[in-house]
């Protein structure tokens, strides 16, 4: 059972709309990370948080943004979506030392039409 | 930089057969901690087993253990038994005391009955 919890699971949305996808954690977990995904591909970090109003761009340039306010919620906001924004995103947290393995939630597979 | 290089884009094995996944990396650091992950079709990514690096003993969890090479830098992952719920995408991943996280591109497993 996921300790992590992204919604929605799966999103179809038109050019040009704003949209927020959520990722909740309830292990307590400092650090959270958001993955870009191609399916069956590699992932490709676009955000990084090591806690409370600490946010990352990761290696992906990516248009999206993020925020930490609290340490259980790390929501990733697209403020146009545009169909190169197609795939899905991954959000994972971890405990915060090395060899502390990430937790990945369900994905949020996104459509932009 | 980190490097992390999956070499089998896919692998098929008979089912209960064993079949090794491999992994190289790259780095000049000497502490560091290495990962397989999973990811089964349409499901949430999980950890299969991870190795420090300053253990000599490789890990071994259940029906799954690796290879660890440390002077050649060699990480492969080795099913035993496999089953057709071991079908999935595996993912190599590494980390050092920086924290940063790299992931192989994945070897897609298929087990055929």
């Known amino acids: 059972e996921a300790d992590i919890y992204q919604t929605p699971r799966y999103l179809v949305i038109g050019t040009g709309k704003k949209i927020t996808l959520e990722c909740s954690q309830t292990?307590?977990?400092?650090?959270m990370y958001w993955y870009q995904q191609d399916p069956g591909m590699e992932l490709h970090l676009i955000h990084y948080?090591?806690?409370?109003?600490?946010?990352e761009k990761g290696d992906l340039s990516s248009e999206s943004t993020v925020s930490r306010i609290r340490t259980e919620h790390f929501p990733l906001t697209l403020e146009s979506a545009r169909p190169s924004h197609t795939s899905q995103y991954l959000c994972?947290?971890?405990?915060?030392?090395?060899?502390?393995?990430?937790?990945f939630g369900n994905g949020t597979r996104l459509t932009v039409t | 930089a980190q490097t992390v290089t999956q070499s089998q884009p896919e692998m098929s094995v008979q089912e209960a057969e064993t079949v090794t996944l491999s992994c190289t990396y790259d780095?000049?650091?000497?502490?560091?901690?290495l990962f397989w992950y999973k990811q089964p079709p349409s499901r949430q990514m999980i950890l299969v087993i991870r190795?420090?690096?300053?253990?000599?003993q490789n890990a071994t969890e259940n029906r799954f253990s690796v290879n660890f090479q440390k002077a050649a830098k060699s990480f492969s992952l080795k099913i035993s038994d496999s089953q057709l719920g071991d079908a999935a995408m595996y993912f190599c991943?590494?980390?050092?005391?920086?924290?940063?996280?790299?992931f192989g591109k994945g070897t897609r497993l298929h087990i055929l009955p």
């Open positions: 780095t000049s650091e000497s502490d560091y901690y």
């Open positions: 190795q420090e690096a300053y253990k000599q």
């Open positions: 991943a590494f980390t050092n005391r920086d924290d940063k996280i790299i």
């Open positions: 292990m307590g977990h400092d650090k």
């Open positions: 948080s090591y806690g409370v109003n600490s946010t």
């Open positions: 994972a947290s971890s405990v915060g030392t090395a060899n502390s393995p990430l937790h």
